[in-house]
């Protein structure tokens, strides 16, 4: 089944130690976001990427980066985590754009604890 | 810009009684909506969108949502609660050409047996 998935499921780092959470797509969808979510707070979106067009959220703090190599993967890397980046993070794909009424499939998450 | 309201934190239904879960929209033009369920410690998943036509917009797992322009509302609605939907449901709107999604506060539903 074509699908969005997010590895680890579960994430330990260290405070300041940099850390990468990885996404992948079989859905072939155009587009890919990154959400972070707090403790049952609706997901804050960090930013995605419309094919290899980044779009950064203008609130996303710049130790959250991304990459994105091909259509099916792509990463989120925290540069000098801090213990509020403690967080659920979600990633999503949609297909392209101009269908725009097409929903956002989500990946299972992955939860960061940094101790 | 984009909003989507929830106003209630909790909502807390007997098995088999109707289950409403209630959204209010503000977004400029035509908007697009959703529902989400979440599970603990699971991604979100897809219930149903009202993109045009028919105001009452069937979905899965029997859930249902009414789309109401005047009250620029999308109220979800299941006729009967089973303790397997109790979960945190999420409302979201996106404006026309736009591919971001806003997302309400969120709802805890509790279905008591």
């Known amino acids: 089944d074509a699908m969005v998935i997010q590895n680890p499921r579960y994430q330990v780092t260290q405070f300041g130690k940099p850390v990468t959470l990885s996404c992948s797509q079989t859905?072939?969808?155009?587009?890919m976001y990154w959400y972070q979510q707090k403790s049952s707070q609706a997901p804050k979106l960090l930013f995605h990427y419309y094919d290899k067009d980044f779009n950064n959220e203008a609130d996303t703090p710049d130790n959250f980066q991304s990459r994105r190599p091909n259509t099916s993967f792509c990463f989120l890397d925290i540069r000098s985590p801090g213990l509020g980046d403690a967080a659920m993070y979600l990633c999503?794909?949609?297909?392209?754009?101009?269908?725009?009424?097409?929903?956002?499939?989500f990946g299972p998450g992955t939860r960061l604890t940094v101790l | 810009a984009q909003s989507v309201a929830q106003p209630e934190d909790q909502v807390n239904v007997a098995e088999g009684n109707p289950l409403t879960v209630k959204c209010t929209y503000s977004?400029?033009?035509?908007?697009?909506l959703f529902w989400y369920v979440q599970y603990p410690n699971r991604g979100l998943q897809f219930l149903l969108k009202?993109?045009?036509?028919?105001?009452l917009v069937k979905g899965s797992y029997g859930f249902e949502a009414e789309f109401n322009k005047s009250q620029t509302s999308f109220h979800l609605k299941k006729p009967s609660a089973l303790v397997s939907d109790s979960a945190l449901y999420f409302c979201?709107?996106?404006?026309?050409?736009?591919?971001?999604?806003?997302f309400g506060k969120g709802n805890q539903v509790v279905v008591i047996p």
């Open positions: 977004v400029s033009g035509n908007p697009y």
């Open positions: 859905l072939n969808h155009n587009v």
């Open positions: 999503a794909t949609s297909s392209f754009p101009g269908r725009v009424m097409d929903e956002q499939f």
């Open positions: 009202y993109i045009t036509g028919d105001n």
């Open positions: 979201a709107v996106r404006p026309y050409g736009n591919n971001r999604l806003a």
